[in-house]
Structure formats: structure tokens, C-alpha cells
């Protein structure tokens, strides 16, 4: 494990937004408790912070840990050691520190190579190992795939994705919309990772008028092997693109509540008018098992994952940069559980961020399962 030397990042480096107390959210049972930029620089290394695309916490340190989806370009394939300052009495967030880098490597030892691998999330399992979902290059011929690391980056194994994801012939994932998501439940039996749009047998990516058919695959661990699937409708794009602009709307990370209910998060991108980043509830309960189904379009029986919103991050004051990964992580003294949401940057510091932002969340409104879209 490569690491380095812990620094104490100065607070003219913490750019917190918002102060502790904002009243915004009641009605969601989200309130903001601030917002802060991950320092790009690190103390005895040139390789630069950024990329920060899931998220984990783990409580008997009190340290996040966040993976970069740098795919051995800028330095080798990483994670990184966070300490994030949560005031949990005020509450608020008074800033975040980077303490250590964490390599991950292949099954002999050696780093991985340049585009071999593209780390999007990562979950802590309950055997002390990470699991990470990688996006793979299917233009170059990469596939997406799960891999299970040791905590300190070193390899355990591969898990096994459906055959019909492997992108051929116009089938499979698609290139950049494949796997972005990775998360355990609380007691550690169950793993969830899920497509950020439809494979291509499934239906077309996202549009301003429809949303994408994702799969949303469960496995059981830790024999790694893949029991369900499950149909889950993306939202349309939030913000139409003006003429051939570029614009995006995908499912960017999951964070389970408990075997049939998990925090969905969706960040819509429009090239010129910015990123709208959506929190909803998924309940599993009573959707359809699709794991035999080999083309979900025009598929009126199957019943997908029941939805509902919990917030629209505009709603609380916040503009969003590219969040992609979130984690809870201590619980407040008066029971809610904080939120954590990061940014990836796209080592793009001229117009992008490695933003951090920090929720309170009601915890009777996690529990609520009602739904109001399918």
C-alpha cells in the first residue's frame, strides 16, 4: 500500500458555503448542513486528488474513504483516506482532510495498467474487504466488473457479472452508462450495483421525454453470487440541451437501507446549464425479478423498482456540481443520520470541483414506504 504523509489541510483551503442552523428541507426531512472542496494537492506527492466518484464510511475510525476514477492516467488506480469534520452538536460541516492514498493492485501484485480498469464506487463489506464496480472502456474493448480488494488495495477476487451485460453486437453495456454504483447492506448479506442506463437490448439512453431502463443486479455475499435483478426507470433529463448539445441523465450510485430499499441517486447533466442531482427512495418489495429476461422493452408485466423523490438538491440552496458517490456517516444527537455526497471533478479544476456536501436526513422519512412513481 503506497501511502503519504498525513497533512492538515488549511482552512483558507476549505471553501464551506453555508452555515450550521439553515432551516431548508423541512418538508423533505433533508436539511444542509454545508458544503466544502476536496484540495486537489496532497503533502510529498505530485499525483493530483480529483476523480472522487463513490463513497464509503467506516464508523470504528470515523474516516470516509472515497475512490477515483482516474484509470491509472494521472497515477495508479486509488482510493483515498478522508476525514471529514462534522460537527454533529451545531451541527455542521467544518471541513475535510485528506490523509492517505490507497492503491489498488491486480492478483500478482502489480499495479493496474493504464485504462485496464475504471473505479466508479466502492462498499465496505462485512468481511473487511472493498468492492469495487468499474465502468470499464467498451469502445476499447474493457468490460465493466466488480472487484473485491483488501483494505489496504491488495486483491481478492473478481465477481462474476450476467453474461448478457458484456457489451457485443450491439448488445450490452454502453460505453461511459455501464456500472456506477456499489453498496451492502446494513447487516452485510447483500450487495447492490446497478447500469446507469439501459443495456442496449433494453431500450435507448435517457431523453428529455423518457427515462432509461437500468438493471439493477443484487448479489449475496460473500459467496458473490448474483440472485435478482431488477428493472429501474431513470428520470428523463432534467434540462434540455439547446440544439446538438451534450446532455445526460443516469443512476450514479446506490446506498442501501435494507435488503428491499435503497437511497437511488441520479445526476443529470446539460451542457451550458449544469448538473440537477436527485435523491429518491427505491423499494424493491414488490418488483419483478428480470435476472431470466433477456430484453426488458416492451415488457408491459414486468413491474420495476417503486420510486419516490426525497429531494432535489436545488431545493436545499445547493448547486451541484458532478456528485456521483454519498455515504451516511455518524448519527446526529438528536437521531438523524448525516449524509455525505462527493463530486467528481474530472480533473478539470478550470470549471469543475471536488465538491463535498454534508446532509442531516430524517430518519422516519427513510422509513416511509410510499411510493408515488413506478
Do not use: C
Amino acid at each position: 500500500m503506497k501511502r503519504i504523509q498525513r497533512v492538515r489541510l488549511s482552512a483558507a483551503l476549505f471553501a464551506v458555503g453555508l452555515s450550521a442552523g439553515i432551516a431548508i428541507g423541512d418538508e423533505s426531512g433533508v436539511e444542509l448542513l454545508g458544503e466544502t472542496v476536496v484540495s486537489r494537492t496532497l503533502s510529498g506527492t505530485s499525483v493530483p486528488v480529483g476523480g472522487l466518484s463513490g463513497l464509503s464510511y467506516d464508523a470504528t475510525t470515523d474516516r470516509f474513504f472515497a475512490i477515483s476514477d482516474d484509470p491509472s492516467r494521472l497515477g495508479a488506480a486509488r482510493m483515498y483516506r478522508l476525514r471529514i469534520d462534522l460537527d454533529l452538536e451545531r451541527p455542521a460541516l467544518e471541513g475535510v482532510e485528506v490523509e492517505a492514498t490507497i492503491q489498488l493492485r491486480q492478483q500478482d501484485g502489480s499495479a493496474f495498467a493504464l485504462r485496464t480498469i475504471d473505479p466508479e464506487s466502492l462498499a465496505r463489506s462485512a468481511e473487511g474487504t472493498w468492492i469495487v464496480a468499474s465502468e470499464g472502456f467498451v469502445d476499447n474493448g474493457v468490460p465493466a466488473a466488480l472487484f473485491e480488494f483488501t483494505l489496504d488495495g491488495g486483491w481478492v477476487r473478481r465477481l462474476r457479472l450476467p453474461r448478457r451485460l458484456k457489451p457485443k453486437q450491439g448488445k450490452g453495456v454502453r460505453h461511459n452508462l455501464a456500472l456506477e454504483s456499489a453498496t451492502v447492506t446494513p447487516e452485510g448479506r447483500w450487495f447492490y450495483t446497478a447500469t446507469e442506463n439501459a443495456l442496449h437490448q433494453d431500450g435507448g439512453e435517457a431523453t428529455v421525454t423518457r427515462g432509461s431502463s437500468s438493471r439493477l443486479l443484487r448479489y449475496e455475499l460473500p459467496r458473490g453470487r448474483r440472485d435478482r435483478s431488477y428493472l429501474y426507470l431513470t428520470e428523463p433529463i432534467a434540462l434540455p440541451p439547446e440544439g446538438e448539445a451534450f446532455a445526460v441523465n443516469g443512476l450514479v450510485d446506490l446506498l442501501a437501507l435494507d435488503r428491499d430499499r435503497l437511497l437511488a441517486l441520479e445526476r443529470s447533466f446539460t451542457a451550458g446549464k449544469g448538473n440537477t442531482v436527485r435523491l429518491f427512495i427505491a423499494d424493491l418489495g414488490s418488483s419483478t425479478d428480470v435476472s431470466g429476461v433477456r430484453r426488458l422493452e416492451a415488457r408491459s408485466e414486468i413491474v420495476a423498482v417503486k420510486k419516490r423523490l426525497l429531494v432535489d438538491l436545488a431545493d436545499l440552496g445547493v448547486r451541484p456540481d458532478n456528485i456521483e458517490g454519498m455515504a451516511f456517516g455518524p448519527s446526529l444527537p438528536d437521531g438523524r443520520r448525516t449524509l455525505v455526497l462527493v463530486a467528481d471533478d474530472n480533473f478539470n479544476p478550470r470549471v469543475q470541483r471536488n465538491q463535498l456536501i454534508a446532509l442531516a436526513v430524517d430518519p422516519s422519512r427513510l422509513a416511509d414506504r410510499e411510493s408515488d412513481s413506478p
